[in-house]
């Protein structure tokens, strides 16, 4: 792998048996170090990143994880948190001379309050059991990453997890009232809680979505909403992209914000269309599906003025589903995307860039041209409502240099989602996979204000070092202050 | 020179980063202000230097179909919502003026006020908080240095989220020059259903199980006395016209309880509304307290507070208390008692100096709350004794 990892510590790596020893004598049966049953930690959803660990642990308890960081705090050794290991940025990358702290034992549903309409869970509990452990009331946890089957709440709060529906729901962050942490002292702390507003500063919302750079979240406390009574889609076709996003557009200057509204190019639509058999139609450039949930004429009425402004702007297919069924069938297609785009290629690499929407047939066109000079395929899935693209690259692993040009073609594709106003991942986190590109959205004064929160948090720079900075300063560096007494820069300017 | 109790405008971005580095190497503090409708917040600060940020007005970019508006600061609060309803948007948390609830003439809220001040009312039980709306912004820290954090699109997760701990710090962190919000359309219609005679727990109940119903209600509010009729709870529903018209007869009777129900008309909901939003019911009081806490423990809070002779009245479904108390009673130790915590918004200067403005956090939140300060503003320049 290419990437630029910080130095390994070898001494660290030589104390490899000491330090499983002293992690046993405080989770006894939850420590691996034998190398074969490291293989399945050493990466997560980036797959092309690999590094088995120095040791995992896998603690039950929120004092276990206390004294786990502690321990490893006063022994100096890094550690990396990890929920389901689904992360797509290689937010949960494992280190040569770190600890992997898996938090996927600690999965118990803790309390479900419908006066307060929240369910407390432990960090491993995964996104859809938290839907499973209240449906049965009517209610139901509103991010929906796609990987919800298998991803941990622990994992969405650290990534700050989308999914379809967040442009009605929100992302995590919208969605988590408060969380139980551990510091990288192995200090227990709570922020937030259920009520709406922090008393003081809002740290929670520091912490959601900090890719386990802060803390270790050891409980969470999610809103709960109630199960819409309907939910019905629309399936329509354009015969450009710039049809389809002009009528996306027209939607939400309609006043309509759709529960879900995706869309697909054409080489996405045909490996969909090839793969599960949908029923979407193949002489369309743009592919549209807009979901609207709530009760039954609310859906009628907005489905119809839907039906009316794809029209207008020339939709070739328009079709409503008529039952549960056929909902579901025209979701099939775009769920299995990434899947059937899959078959086109040995390997693809998924992106996850965001773009003011009004740019999207610009951004298109570009990224058509690129891959003709990369010589390497693209199909492109895009949550049309927020703007948030995935372009899907097609390589070969096995024949050399694909994927350094896999990865230099999605740079570049985002280093256009910044040129064009827009921002470098909307739901899949930094993590290591987009760390070095950090500096094409944010200037180096603008990171050391965020790493000076990473310093609030852990001065140590122990948790999860690597991710997300191109570069981690020292702490005591960038606590400098550039202004000292009498001293002020620019003495030329006027003064107050 | 920057002395105490001075008021300085700086006319643009360099002005006002050279200021705050005066600041930071003299140890001056500044005190930032928009509008100055929420100045008698906190503990007056005589050794603060006041910035008055009016120069920093006006909007900067407005895409309603992207919903997304990058405004300046001092744009007035009333600027930016005719802006936004000439396009039938919104704010979604529904932010308003304090001016009146100090005596102050309505009309000079900023944005960058409301934001610093994480300033909501009744849909944020629904649509969320400032918090949730805020995508970007570009500010001055305390260490005279200009940075952006966030970004202009509506679904960002790229780098810490300095946005969230910018809403609500106050102007302690940092001086904002540019914010960028979410938007949303508007309701086309709006709707009030009343139900009369609860006491706090069946209000409570009867709020839990509306906004845990499919009929959504976006607001949910209980007044224990409203000019002598006894008890009003109030749900807020909002949308299509022919929802509403649905939801609304389906959440009458799902609250039809032998209660007493009707829905209002709009003059009168319109008016209840505002009155839960900006406390007008205990404005008269000596003292007034903000308390957030689980909707759960609201009721046993509510009847802690009538024993106590206070006045009372619950917005975002029991979340959010307004109280309205004599000078001595220490609503905040009650707070505490029902896992709540309490701000004091309004009383006379004695009763300031003497308490501390927010709820103390556990120690060690607040430790590192002051670790965060410190790693925006390490001179301590910002308001660093508006909330002592």
Avoid at chain 1, 376 to 400: K, M
Wanted: proline fraction near 7%.
């Amino acid at each position: 792998m290419s990437l630029a990892m910080p130095p390994v510590c070898s001494a660290t790596v030589a104390n490899r048996k000491e330090i499983a020893a002293g992690l046993r004598s405080i989770v006894p049966d939850g420590v691996i170090e034998i190398a074969d049953e490291l293989k399945p930690y050493e990466s997560d959803g980036l797959t092309a990143y690999r590094q088995p660990p120095l040791v995992v642990v896998l603690p039950e308890t929120t004092e276990q994880v206390s004294r786990v960081l502690a321990w490893c705090h006063r022994e100096g050794i890094k550690v990396v948190p990890r929920g389901a290991g689904t992360s797509l940025s290689g937010g949960a990358l494992p280190l040569a001379d770190g600890v992997l702290l898996g938090l996927a034992r600690m999965n118990r549903v803790l309390d479900i309050d419908y006066v307060d309409r929240v369910a407390v869970v432990r960090p491993g509990v995964t996104n859809l059991a938290v839907t499973g452990a209240v449906e049965g009331e009517g209610f139901y946890y509103a991010p929906d990453p796609s990987s919800q089957i298998a991803c941990t709440i622990g994992g969405n709060v650290a990534e700050n997890s989308g999914g379809v529906h967040c442009l009605k729901y929100g992302l995590t962050t919208n969605n988590v009232l408060g969380v139980e942490m551990v510091l990288a002292d192995g200090e227990i702390i709570r922020l937030g809680g259920r009520d709406l507003e922090a008393a003081g500063l809002d740290l929670l919302g520091l912490v959601v979505g900090s890719e386990g750079l802060l803390g270790v979240v050891t409980e969470v406390t999610v809103r709960i909403l109630p199960t819409p009574e309907t939910a019905r889609a629309i399936l329509l076709g354009f015969p450009t992209t710039r049809a389809a996003g002009d009528c996306v557009a027209q939607i939400i200057g309609e006043g309509i914000i759709p529960a879900g509204m995706e869309m697909m190019d054409k080489p996405a639509t045909h490996a969909a269309e090839a793969f599960v058999k949908a029923g979407y139609p193949l002489d369309v450039e743009a592919l549209l599906i807009v979901e609207v949930d709530g009760p039954p004429v609310e859906c009628d009425i907005l489905l119809e003025t839907i039906a009316g402004i794809a029209a207008a702007h020339g939709a070739t297919t328009s079709r409503i589903s008529q039952n549960e069924e056929e909902r579901l069938r025209f979701w099939a297609g775009r769920k299995a995307a990434f899947p059937a785009v899959g078959r086109l290629a040995p390997d693809y690499y998924c992106m996850d860039g965001t773009i003011p929407r009004k740019r999207l047939s610009e951004v298109l066109e570009r990224m058509a041209e690129l891959s003709r000079q990369y010589g390497l395929g693209v199909a492109n899935v895009f949550h049309a409502g927020d703007g948030n693209l995935h372009p899907l690259i097609l390589y070969d692993a096995n024949q050399p240099g694909q994927l350094e040009k896999a990865e230099a073609f999605g740079a570049d594709i985002l280093r256009m989602c910044v040129e064009v106003g827009g921002v470098l991942t909307g739901e899949h986190g930094v993590g290591v996979e987009k760390r070095d590109l950090m500096p094409t959205m944010f200037n180096e004064v603008d990171l050391a204000h965020q790493q000076r929160i990473k310093c609030a948090f852990d001065p140590e720079l122990k948790l999860n070092p690597g991710k997300v900075f191109p570069q981690l300063h020292r702490c005591a560096e960038l606590g400098r202050m550039h202004v000292h007494k009498g001293q002020v820069p620019f003495p030329d300017l006027p003064r107050f | 020179m920057l002395s105490p109790e001075t008021t300085v405008r700086p006319a643009d971005e360099d002005e006002l980063r050279h200021l705050v580095a005066e600041a930071a190497a003299s140890g001056v503090p500044l005190e930032p202000r928009g509008g100055g409708s929420k100045q008698d917040i906190g503990k007056p600060d005589r050794s603060a230097a006041i910035v008055d940020l009016s120069a920093f007005a006006g909007v900067i970019d407005y895409e309603p179909s992207e919903l997304v508006l990058t405004v300046r600061p001092a744009t007035r609060l009333g600027d930016v919502e005719a802006l936004l309803d000439g396009h039938q948007q919104m704010l979604a948390f529904e932010p308003w003026d304090h001016g009146p609830l100090f005596g102050r003439q309505a009309g000079t809220a900023t944005i960058g006020g409301i934001v610093a001040a994480a300033v909501a009312g009744p849909r944020r039980v629904s649509a969320g908080g400032v918090r949730d709306h805020l995508l970007g912004f570009s500010a001055i820290s305390g260490r005279g240095e200009t940075f952006k954090a966030g970004g202009k699109v509506v679904k960002n997760v790229t780098g810490y989220d300095l946005p969230k701990v910018i809403s609500g710090s106050w102007g302690q962190l940092a001086i904002m020059t540019e914010l960028t919000l979410k938007v949303v359309p508007k309701p086309r219609d709006t709707r009030t259903i009343a139900v009369t005679g609860l006491d706090p727990d069946k209000a409570v109940a009867a709020m839990a199980r509306a906004m845990g119903s499919r009929m959504a209600p976006s607001a949910a509010a209980h007044l224990p006395e409203t000019g002598g009729t006894g008890p009003v709870t109030l749900l807020r529903l909002e949308g299509f016209p022919q929802s509403v018209d649905v939801r609304a007869g389906q959440l009458v009777e799902l609250l039809d309880d032998g209660n007493s129900v009707e829905q209002l008309d709009h003059a009168l909901a319109g008016s209840l509304w505002a009155g839960v939003r900006e406390a007008r019911e205990l404005a008269g009081s000596d003292v007034l307290w903000r308390v957030h806490l689980a909707p759960s423990r609201a009721p046993a809070f509510a009847r802690a507070l009538d024993a106590e002779g206070a006045s009372w009245c619950l917005d975002w479904a029991g979340a959010q208390v307004w109280v309205g108390a004599a000078a001595p009673l220490d609503v905040r130790a009650l707070a505490s008692e029902h896992e709540g915590h309490a701000m004091l918004l309004r009383a006379p200067p004695a009763i300031l100096e003497q308490r501390p403005i927010r709820q103390p956090e556990a120690p060690a939140v607040a430790a590192l709350s002051a670790r965060v300060k410190q790693a925006f503003d390490p001179a301590g320049i910002l308001s660093p004794s508006r909330f002592g």
